[in-house]
Nanobody, 114 residues
Framework: QVQLVESGGGLAQPGGSLRLSCAAS????????MGWYRQVPGKQRELVAR???????GYADSVKGRFTISRDNAKNTVYLQMNSLKPEDTAVYYC????????WGQGTQVTVSS
């Protein structure tokens, strides 16, 4: 059974930081390019960060230079370090493979507000 469990969200002030974690079942983690997505109510889910292999990552222009994706293969976990947060980063964040599988996790809410 494929599982994706996101955690680490919360309330942050503008300019603050949060670190998200995603524990993935081995069946998806071991064979997939992984990414972080986010969704705001009423809008489509967007891919914001992707991890291809060691040293090869990609970011949406809106988060480039502020977010960093990383991966711990021993723990089947993907991380998203978010720095210099902005109110427009407020969203529910999900991890999934690229392309995504249908079984999304519950996501983790990130709210950036003063």
């Amino acid at each position: 059974q494929v599982q994706l469990v996101e955690s680490g969200g919360g309330l942050a002030q503008p300019g603050g930081s949060l670190r998200l974690s995603c524990a993935a079942s081995n069946s998806i983690f071991s064979t997939s390019v992984m990414g972080w997505y986010r969704q705001v109510p009423g809008k489509q889910r967007e891919l914001v960060a992707r991890w291809f292999s060691i040293g090869i990552t990609g970011y949406a222009d809106s988060v480039k230079g502020r977010f960093t994706i990383s991966r711990d293969n021993a723990k089947n976990t993907v991380y998203l370090q978010m720095n210099s947060l902005k109110p427009e980063d407020t969203a529910v964040y999900y991890c999934n493979s690229i392309p995504p599988i249908p079984a999304w996790g519950q996501g983790t809410q990130v709210t950036v507000s003063s």
